[in-house]
């Protein structure tokens, strides 16, 4: 089956300590994203991809980074310099940048810090 | 950066026809207006996408009026399980990219 995965689904840390986010798609789509989702809110971009090796900050990149070594494959890390982490992780990835294409998403990773 | 507006909250009953509108004053010439549907604990999903007047799928209708400053997501006959969040985005376009707004979105309510 075609599609996006992430892991682990519910994932808990020590405030502090850096963690990574896995997102792979087999969808062979060009761009790939990274959404922060809190309680009762919307989503809110922290990184998007639109090619291998290439990624753009969005609006609350602060605390987080990501690497697009393949186009597979685009991993968040999130860092102890992230202030709030707890929050829904959401991947997706597009055939190309840009709203006219459909955008699909991952089930998620649910991040608690403790 | 183009905003929108939306409800925060609608109910409905099952079997009505549910029409959340969508306010976007400041699209740009180039931008589409696209709706996902979300479920609790799971990613968004795409249901409609449009330029201008109405498109329909067997999903959904959208409806844009030729001023395009607002547009229309009408979902025919709802059910149970239509209840979810409901996002209206405006692309905007930079020079390397886009930056997608989801705002709080719809949350709608259907009873039995």
Do not use: M
């Given at each position: 089956d075609g599609?996006?995965?992430?892991?682990?689904?519910?994932?808990?840390?020590?405030?502090?300590?850096?963690?990574?986010?896995?997102?792979?798609?087999?969808?062979?789509?060009?761009a790939m994203y990274w959404y922060r989702q809190d309680p009762g809110q919307g989503l809110r971009l922290i990184y998007y991809s639109q090619i291998v090796n290439d990624f753009q900050k969005g609006d609350i990149a602060e605390g987080y980074s990501v690497s697009r070594e393949k186009k597979e494959s685009f991993p968040l890390t999130v860092t102890s310099a992230q202030k709030n982490p707890t929050a829904f992780y959401l991947c997706?990835?597009?055939?190309?940048?840009?709203?006219?294409?459909?955008?699909?998403?991952?089930p998620g990773t649910r991040l608690t810090v403790l | 950066l183009a905003k929108t507006t939306q409800p925060i909250s609608m109910d409905s009953y099952e079997g009505q026809e549910v029409n959340i509108t969508c306010s976007h004053n400041n699209i740009a010439t180039n931008d589409y207006i696209?709706?996902?549907?979300?479920?609790?604990?799971?990613?968004?999903?795409?249901?409609?996408?449009?330029?201008?007047?109405?498109?329909?799928?067997?999903?959904?209708?959208?409806?844009?009026?030729a001023?395009?400053?607002?547009?229309?997501?009408?979902l025919p006959r709802v059910s149970l399980s239509d209840t979810a969040v409901y996002y209206c985005l405006v692309g905007e376009r930079y020079n390397y990219g886009q930056n997608?707004?989801?705002g709080p979105g719809t949350r709608l309510s259907v009873l039995p």
């Open positions: 599609g996006i995965t992430q892991s682990p689904k519910y994932l808990f840390r020590k405030e502090g300590q850096n963690v990574t986010l896995s997102c792979e798609q087999n969808l062979n789509h060009d997706a990835s597009s055939p190309q940048t840009g709203i006219y294409n459909e955008q699909f998403f991952g | 696209t709706w996902y549907q979300q479920f609790p604990s799971q990613g968004p999903r795409f249901i409609i996408q449009g330029y201008k007047t109405k498109v329909t799928n067997e999903v959904a209708s959208l409806f844009i009026p001023d395009r400053k607002s547009s229309t997501l009408s997608f707004v989801f």
